[in-house]
């Protein structure tokens, strides 16, 4: 168990559809992280939040969009839901905001998206 | 462009098999190389972090060594139980993200 608490565990939707998907850092870490696998490719980095404020951005499309809360949890809200959606979902986090030395990243164990 | 090559894709081991992953990156300034395991529909679970050419860690039955093109994970003596997906990722100085690999993916047969 990495610490890192993710839900819901599988979620299937509609297309078109709006889902959000939710996201606890193990206790202590600051810093969050937005990664999507779906089968045809390998982790594609998201988003990065550290104590609320965004710090990075990956291959992120408009149609989804993150926030970090002040008790540090994190949500990725995607909308307009297509059928390419569908991947797993990774919420990972880290004490620092920058993964140099000692900074680990620890990541939780996906939600499941299904896009129908 | 930064990347990450692993090779092989795929590996079939006999348990008691020893082989090695390998990782090889084009970063400028690395600031770490990350190694995970990942089995099916989980998370990737961390292992080894390295961030200077000649370090090595070791964990059971696995070895991570590292020099400045690429990264080995050595498996030695494996068993069953090690079948998963072996990622490896980079930290570049100019962002906080990890990029993976495509990953090799091991099976260990009894």
Sequence with gaps: DSGVTQTPKHLITATGQRVTLRCSPR???????????????????????????????????????????????????LSSLELGDSALYFCASSVRDNPGAGNTIYFGEGSWLTVV | EDQVTQSPEALRLQEGESSSLNCSYTVSGLRGLFWYRQDPGKGPEFLFTLYSAGEEKEKERLKATLTKKESFLHITAPKPEDSATYLCAVVIPSGSRLTFGEGTQLTVNP
């Design chain 1, 27 to 77: 206790s202590g870490d600051l810093s969050v992280y937005w990664y999507q696998q779906s089968l045809d490719q390998g982790l594609q980095f998201l988003i990065q939040y550290y104590n609320g404020e965004e710090r990075a951005k990956g291959n992120i499309l408009e149609r989804f969009s993150a926030q970090q809360f002040p008790d540090l949890h994190s949500e990725l809200n």
